[in-house]
C-alpha cells in the first residue's frame, strides 16, 4: 500500500477545476460514450495527482456516472444490452491484466516510472485512434454524413465461427470470438490510463459494425462493469483517492445528462468529430508532460525552469482540450436545435 503523501492536498481553486473538469468529462461521456477519463486523468495529473491515484479514482467515479448514462440512453432506445455484457466478460479480464501491469511498473520504477507509463501509453494511443477516428468521421461528412459498415466489420460478419450471435439493437450477427479482443483491449486499457472508451467504441464500431451511436451507448454498460469491478480491485490497493471520486462524480452527473441528451438531435458523425478533435489535443497536452517524468528517472535532463514551463504548458492545452470538447458539443446541440425549430416554423407555416 502506498503512502498518504500519494493524495494532494486540496483547496478551493483545485475543488473548482476538478468540478469543471468532471463537468465536461461527464458531457464528453454521455456524448461520446467514452468514460471521459481521457480528460479526466490527464487533468487530475495535471494538479499533481500521481498517476495511478488518478487512474483509480477515475476508474471509481466512472461506474456510477456510467450506470446514469447507460439508463438515459436506454430510453432513447439507443443500448444494446447484450452486446454490452457480451463485451464486458472479456473487458472484465482485460482490467485486472492491466492493474497487475500498472503494479509492477509501480514497484519496479516508482511513481515516476508509472506516470511516464500513463502519458505515453496516452500519446500513443490517443494520436493513432483519434486520428483515424478523425479520419473517418471527416469522410463520413464528404459523404453526406451517412454512417457505412467498415469493410473489416463485413469480412468479419461473413466468417461462420460458432459460437454466432446476435445483437438485434446494434443489428448485427457476428462470432463472439471477434468480440472478445475488442472487450480486452477496452479493459485492459481501461486499467492501465481509466481509458476504454476510445478503444472500445470504435471497436464496436470497425470491428463488431454497430453504428456510432449504438457503440458510443453500449460502451457505456461496459464501463460500468468493468469500473465497478476494477474499483474494488484499486481500492483494496490503497489507491483511491474518495475526495477526487466524489468532486468528480458531482460535475460528471450533470454533465452525462446533458451529453445523452445531445446525442438525439446531432448528426452522428459528430460523435466520431468530437472523440477525435479532443484525442488529438489531449495527447499534446500529455506529450509534453513526458520530459519531466523522464527528468525524474534520469533518463534525460531538464532544468528546474524548463519543467516549470512544460507543466504549465500542458495544463493550458489540457484545459483548451476541455474547452474544445465543451464547445463542439454544445455548440453542435445549438445548431441542431435551431435547424429543428426553423424547419417545424417552415411546417406550421406551409
Not at 460514450?33 to 471509481?60: H, K
Not at 515516476?112 to 469522410?139: E, I, P, R, T
Not at 460478419?157 to 463472439?176: G, H, Y
Request: hydrophobic share 55%.
Amino acid at each position: 500500500m502506498q503512502d498518504a503523501v500519494n493524495f494532494i492536498d486540496l483547496n478551493m481553486t483545485y475543488i473548482g477545476f476538478l468540478f469543471i473538469v468532471g463537468f465536461i468529462g461527464g458531457l464528453v461521456s454521455g456524448f461520446i460514450g467514452s468514460g471521459g477519463a481521457f480528460v479526466l486523468t490527464p487533468g487530475m495529473m495535471s494538479l499533481g495527482v500521481p498517476g495511478t491515484v488518478a487512474v483509480a479514482s477515475n476508474m471509481c467515479h466512472k461506474f456510477p456516472k456510467a450506470l446514469v448514462g447507460a439508463i438515459k440512453r436506454f430510453k432513447y432506445g439507443q443500448v444494446d444490452i447484450k452486446l454490452g455484457l457480451v463485451m464486458a466478460v472479456s473487458a472484465g479480464v482485460g482490467v485486472q491484466v492491466g492493474i497487475k501491469i500498472q503494479q509492477w511498473i509501480l514497484e519496479k520504477w516508482g511513481q515516476a516510472g508509472s506516470n511516464l507509463y500513463v502519458s505515453v501509453s496516452f500519446v500513443v494511443v490517443l494520436v493513432v485512434v483519434g486520428g483515424y477516428v478523425l479520419y473517418d468521421a471527416w469522410k463520413t461528412a464528404r459523404s453526406g454524413g451517412e454512417e457505412k459498415v467498415s469493410a473489416l466489420a463485413k469480412r468479419l460478419q461473413a466468417i461462420s465461427l460458432p459460437p454466432m450471435m446476435t445483437f438485434k439493437t446494434a443489428n448485427v450477427r457476428i462470432s463472439m470470438w471477434f468480440t472478445i479482443p475488442v472487450g480486452f483491449a477496452t479493459g485492459m486499457l481501461a486499467a492501465t490510463i481509466a481509458v476504454g472508451g476510445f478503444i472500445g467504441v470504435p471497436g464496436m464500431i470497425y470491428v463488431v459494425g454497430a453504428s456510432g451511436l449504438v457503440a458510443s451507448a453500449t460502451e457505456l454498460v461496459i464501463a460500468f462493469v468493468m469500473g465497478l469491478g476494477g474499483s474494488i480491485n484499486w481500492a483494496m490497493h490503497g489507491m483511491v483517492d474518495i475526495r477526487l471520486v466524489l468532486i468528480i462524480l458531482a460535475g460528471s452527473l450533470l454533465g452525462v445528462q446533458l451529453g445523452a441528451i445531445g446525442t438525439t438531435i446531432v448528426k452522428e458523425h459528430m460523435i466520431k468529430i468530437v472523440m477525435g478533435s479532443i484525442m488529438l489535443v489531449v495527447a499534446v497536452s500529455r506529450g509534453l508532460a513526458i520530459p519531466t517524468y523522464l527528468n525524474k528517472l534520469g533518463l534525460m535532463t531538464i532544468s528546474s525552469s524548463m519543467d516549470v514551463f512544460l507543466n504549465r504548458v500542458s495544463f493550458i492545452t489540457m484545459c483548451i482540450a476541455l474547452m474544445l470538447g465543451a464547445l463542439i458539443i454544445l455548440g453542435s446541440m445549438w445548431k441542431a436545435t435551431r435547424s429543428e425549430r426553423t424547419a417545424r416554423e417552415s411546417y406550421s407555416e406551409a
